[in-house]
């Protein structure tokens, strides 16, 4: 089983600390969580993160956080998804549960008529080129956190300040723009779904 949270909006750092802190007193007998919410606007860099894909400082505040990647941004009207799995005890390997996280949302896509894809040299979900979802874990202890975002209905001019995901010139489209009216809360809730599905 996995427990559904929704927190709504939410500051970045405290639900960082929170996600670190779940991973830490965890054990077997855990109950598996997914957290569904949006964050105020931020920058998150990763642990391998050049701090040179930030071509631009603005009033946006910039986290060093503990996930794979580089740079990318958050917040309001973006999905997220924060993935706290036990993969030790669900026999999943990394590179199998990006692929379903993946496949996930190109399936919630292709359900509204919507041709995505994935990358395999960059993780992520693509319409015509154009970055719709990213991706980021932390495994500790054969446990996984962080997870995924999907852009819906945000200001999208905040990633004109960096390189997202550490790829110069990468462009950035949502679910709006491509037709889709759900809600943030909509498609989350129906993602999940088909997550739990693959998972």
């Known amino acids: 089983m996995i ?9 970045y750092l405290p639900v960082f600390e929170e996600m670190q802190e779940f991973t830490s007193r965890r054990d077997e007998a855990t109950e598996d ?21 930030v071509l631009e ?7 060093h956080i503990d996930r794979g990647g580089q740079v990318t ?11 706290l799995l036990d993969l030790k005890r669900a026999k999943l390997g990394v590179r199998e549960l990006v692929t379903r996280m993946e496949d996930s949302v190109i399936e919630l896509l292709g359900r509204r008529g919507i041709s995505a894809e994935s990358r395999r040299d960059a993780p ?12 980021g874990l932390r495994i500790r202890r054969g446990c996984s956190y962080h997870g995924l975002s999907l852009n819906v209905d945000m200001d999208l001019s905040p ?3 960096i390189n ?3 790829y110069r010139g990468l462009a950035v489209t949502q679910t709006r723009d491509l ?19 693959k998972l």
């Not at 427990?3 to 939410?10: D, E, F, M, S, Y």
């Not at 992520?124 to 991706?135: D, H």
């Not at 037709?179 to 599905?197: H, N």
């Open 3 to 11: 427990r559904v949270k929704n927190l709504g909006l939410a500051e």
């Open 33 to 53: 969580e997914i957290w569904m919410l949006q964050h105020p606007p931020v920058y998150t860099l990763g642990l391998a993160g050049k701090p040179e894909h």
């Open 57 to 63: 400082r603005n009033e946006i505040p910039v986290v």
């Open 73 to 83: 941004y958050h917040g309001p009207g973006q999905l997220i998804l924060y993935l």
């Open 124 to 135: 992520g979900v693509y319409v015509e080129g154009a970055k719709v979802a990213a991706l």
């Open 159 to 161: 990633f004109s300040a």
């Open 164 to 166: 997202p995901c550490g």
């Open 179 to 197: 037709g889709i009216a759900d809600s943030a809360e909509e498609l989350g809730c129906e993602l999940i779904g088909i997550l739990e599905e």
